[in-house]
Nanobody, 122 residues
Framework: QEQLVESGGGLVQPGGSLRLSCAVP????????VGWYRQAPGKQREVVAR???????IYADSVKGRFTISRDSGKNRVYLQMDNLRPEDTGVYYC????????????????WGQGTQVTGSS
């Protein structure tokens, strides 16, 4: 069964950086767009960033200029570089895609990872 696997979360002070990684099955990686979502305590899951097959990207307003999404076709991985982290970036971060996720409007797909915790401390 296809699955996504996230890694790279942790505890970070305000202003710090983290890089999240999402391993995507090689059978679909080249044919789909991939996104990162997050869920803060007591809040709904929200989209953070998405990247197309051609590496075009879009971001939530709250992370523009601080987060960068990228993809590596040699490793079948999608990364989320998070800089200048803030306490409000705290949450569980999930990778998402699906077999029919081609356009940004196709999100969310049916495949989710288990999530990785990011905690901004003060």
């Amino acid at each position: 069964q296809e699955q996504l696997v996230e890694s790279g979360g942790g505890l970070v002070q305000p202003g710090g950086s983290l890089r999240l990684s999402c391993a995507v099955p090689g059978s679909i990686f080249r044919d789909v767009a991939v996104g990162w979502y997050r869920q803060a305590p007591g809040k709904q899951r929200e989209v953070v960033a998405r990247i197309s097959m051609g590496s075009n990207s879009i971001y939530a307003d709250s992370v523009k200029g601080r987060f960068t999404i990228s993809r590596d076709s040699g490793k079948n991985r999608v990364y989320l570089q998070m800089d200048n982290l803030r306490p409000e970036d705290t949450g569980v971060y999930y990778c998402n895609t699906g077999r029919r996720v081609i356009l940004f409007t196709d999100f969310p797909g049916e495949l989710w990872g288990q999530g990785t915790q990011v905690t901004g401390s003060s």
